[in-house]
């Protein structure tokens, strides 16, 4: 509704009722985490990006702190130690999950922008068997669920890390010295090897031969540098005991620090 002022130009006036109840009214959907009344219809709504150089690094910078929080444990060490077992055989799962999640994570934040929806709505609406929810969003709380384990690893990870670094009491420095159950007993089989005493041993080449006394040796003087410690492991190793992995400190309480932090 609309009138004129004294130079005769019109001025909006208060909204008609009538004529605003006989606007159409966008259906609301139930999905939808914005009320209608409160959606951003203003083009000043709308923030700008950043063309600066300062701009984008304060826009850029968050993010790749989440990223870099949330990439960083399962391709540093489950992709290498799978690497170091498997080898080059299983690079196509490498290259599989990585277009997976690239274009997961496009397509979801794509929903979200265009439709309003949180990424949760957005699964909720997958066709499939429902139980009060979709049964794709009681996939993501087990994994959820799962994660928790992950992250008492991660922080036991870095627990290590920091107990090796900036040892405290310094017994986890010392435990991870002393050589492991498999190394001492990978030794024991290679001496059998190569003295010719191991049972079904099958020849060797002199390349082989070489490599693994050399191997041997690397190995001999690691527990030399052990003084007593190496003499005794490996002397229990040659009657078939072998020590229990020590308890040790360090690790946890930097672990739990971590965790306060």
Known sequence: MQSDDDSGHSVPGPEDPASSASRPVRPVDPHDTVPPSMEATQPGDVIPAPTSFGGILARLGPGLIIAGSIVGSGELIATTKTGAQAGISLLWLIVIGCLIKVFVQIELGRFTISHGETTLAALDQVPGPR????????FWVLTVLASLGQLGGIVGGVGQAMAITWPVTGDYRAAIEMPSQAELQRY????????????????????????IERGQQLFEAKLESLGERGSTALAQARKGTFAEDPYTRDDKIWAVLVSVV
Request: proline share 3%; net charge neutral.
């Open 131 to 138: 139980l009060r929810v979709n049964w794709l969003v009681w």
């Open 188 to 211: 024991l089989n290679w001496e059998k090897q190569i003295d010719g005493t191991a049972d079904n041993s099958s020849p060797i080449s002199d390349r082989q031969r070489e490599r």
